[in-house]
């Protein structure tokens, strides 16, 4: 076949002036969700002992980097993202000593650590929170969350019609201390879930103080929850999202509680906190965004380090779609100084196993269910999700891994109404299936209770019957594994350098094919991924690795390589 090239795009187009190694550039990081990593105590609910002692299944694997989701005190009403002491951690999960001893295991092995932090809301059990129902309207203690005078002749309406991302309003009336009805308070999230008022300097000093808390135990960076969301538009007019936006304000513009300008600067002032610290910190942000060109605005020089890619993320199974948002990034991202950082399954959303196999007629970021149409066939979605993972390790900048998708793990479906916990399941009268989907505890040993995940076989969330084959032990010496494919696309990632590589189209293939040429230093690697349905033929090179074994020089469909080809 021939090809022609076309645009040469970097990851490292306009060098930012930052100081330091910059491991954050290139790094792959892998997130755990804690209580469902592995269990320790033997409560059926992972926990930070059980992280330490699987430190080395990771370095086996090849990451850099670990990401923790939540793990400090909560109520647990959000799966910890309802935060009621963000210096501690919940006794569901170890001790401050537990977590210094695994952050310690984590350097020693060469792995840093990322935690999340919550800054957009506290739980309703948080100090302040109690103090502000406590205390009078106007009161210092209310002015740190988002409290309001209700509408109507007796403030009996909410303040504006926003709607909660979890479903139903995003206002609830508190009662007074003398039992009356009072002011109403803002919850983008859950009503367990209250906003803080980010206009209130003490909301931005305590913020300061719990940065410096974690940096001076040692963690490397942090990953910031709804970093588009903590400030709102003065006046907090009327919005009601169009009933095919995504709940984060991913496909919209002009969201009063979404991407305000005012958050750069507050993350301006943590850039200044973090550039206190030796070790090169690293702030990640999650800001859904409807564009790529608005998600860099959150990786200038003097801000964040990384930005999920969440239009990458959402793109379907489709070889131009793909390589547009590959190209966007690609520009946008280094024209601010910054790498492109590239993600495809999180805590959050349908696990790209099951995703990259549902039909049009199921929205990718509500959850899938028994009842949900357009249900994924698990081979197609196996075999895409392989593909698409190849395709996105090869790219230049950095990559985040979510803990399981290294063994394939599908979309949990059928789990029993009765187990469900996602917030979003019962705020919405159980229309919308919500995440517990994908936060199913993972399997390590096929032939273990609760496949190893807990010592006590107890495990927080079914696991699939199905999973036998899909755990960590029945892959360890399958070559053609998915735990053997990941490990084999990150050594040979780190080996050629791809991370800092600058990405040259190929053209020539077809539109059914995606087909590039990562170039680092003297080294080059062919990538080629075929989303059509009929074969495509291959360039002569030496098959570095493959998303599938295939023979001959014929690509099958789904599937996608990496060539050496010169």
């Not at 100090?127 to 309207?137: N, V």
């Not at 859950?190 to 913020?207: A, G, H, L, T, Y």
């Not at 859904?288 to 930005?307: F, S, Y």
Request: hydrophobic share 35%.
């Amino acid at each position: 076949m021939t090809s022609t090239t076309t645009s040469v795009l970097s990851s490292t187009a306009a060098e930012s002036d930052r100081p330091g190694s910059e491991w954050w550039r290139t790094a792959v990081i892998y997130q755990i969700y804690p209580r469902s990593f592995a269990d320790a105590s033997g409560d059926g609910i992972g926990d930070l002992r059980g992280i330490t002692s699987r430190l080395d299944d990771l370095v086996s694997l090849g990451v850099d980097a670990v990401w923790l989701s939540p793990f400090y005190r909560s109520p647990q009403h959000d799966a910890g993202y309802d935060v009621a002491d963000y210096r501690d951690v919940d006794p569901l999960f170890g001790t401050l000593d537990d977590f210094d001893e695994m952050l310690t295991q984590a350097h020693a092995r060469g792995i840093r650590v990322i935690v999340d932090l919550v800054p957009n809301h506290s739980s309703d059990q948080h100090e302040w929170f109690q103090a502000a129902l406590a205390a009078a309207p106007g009161s210092p203690e209310r002015a740190r969350y988002m409290f309001r005078d209700g509408k109507g002749e007796n403030g009996e309406l909410p303040p504006n019609n926003w709607e909660s991302v979890f479903g139903g309003p995003a206002w609830t009336r508190a009662t007074d201390p003398d039992g009356a009805p009072g002011q109403w308070y803002l919850h983008l999230f859950d009503v367990s879930q209250p906003d803080f008022d980010w206009s209130n300097p003490e909301v931005q000093e305590e913020f300061r103080s719990i940065l410096r808390f974690w940096l001076d135990r040692g963690v490397d960076g942090f990953r910031v929850d709804v970093a588009h969301g903590l400030v709102k538009t003065d006046g907090l007019p009327d919005h009601l999202p169009s009933v095919d936006a995504d709940s984060m304000g991913g496909g919209e513009e002009d969201v009063p509680y979404w991407g305000q300008d005012g958050v750069h600067e507050i993350y301006r002032d943590w850039n200044r906190v973090l550039a206190e610290y030796d070790g090169d910190r690293a702030l990640c942000a999650e800001a859904w965004l409807p564009t790529v060109d608005k998600t860099a605005l959150w990786v200038r020089p003097d801000e964040m380090h990384q930005a999920f890619n969440f239009p990458y993320l959402m793109t379907e199974w489709n070889a131009p779609a793909i390589r547009t948002v590959i190209a966007e990034s690609l520009r946008a991202f280094p024209a601010v100084g910054a790498p492109a950082t590239w993600v495809l399954s999180n805590h959050d959303v349908v696990r790209h196993a099951s995703r990259l196999a549902l039909t049009a007629e199921n929205p990718q970021g509500h959850g899938i269910g028994p009842d949900s149409p357009g249900q994924p066939i698990p081979e197609v979605g196996l075999r895409r999700a392989r593909a698409a993972t190849t395709v996105m390790l090869a790219l230049p900048g950095s990559a985040y891994l979510y803990q399981g998708e290294e063994l394939g793990l599908p979309e949990v479906i059928h789990l029993p109404d009765d187990v469900r916990q996602d917030p979003t399941w019962f705020r919405t009268n159980r229309e919308r299936y919500g995440r517990d989907g994908c936060r199913v505890p993972i399997p390590w040993t096929s032939d273990a209770p609760a496949y190893g995940f807990s010592p006590s076989g107890e495990s927080w969330l079914p696991q699939p019957a199905e999973w036998t084959d899909l755990a960590r032990s029945s892959q360890e010496e399958d070559p053609d594994s998915t735990l053997w494919l990941y490990r084999t696309l990150l050594a040979s990632r780190r080996a050629h350098g791809l991370g800092s590589g600058r990405l040259e189209w190929l053209d020539g293939y077809g539109d059914d094919v995606l087909a590039f040429r990562v170039h680092a230093g003297d080294d080059a690697v062919t990538v080629i991924a075929n989303a059509g349905r009929a074969a495509v033929t291959l360039p002569a090179g030496t098959v570095l690795v493959a998303s599938e074994r295939f023979e001959g020089g014929e690509l099958p469909v789904d599937t996608a390589v990496w060539l050496s080809t010169h």
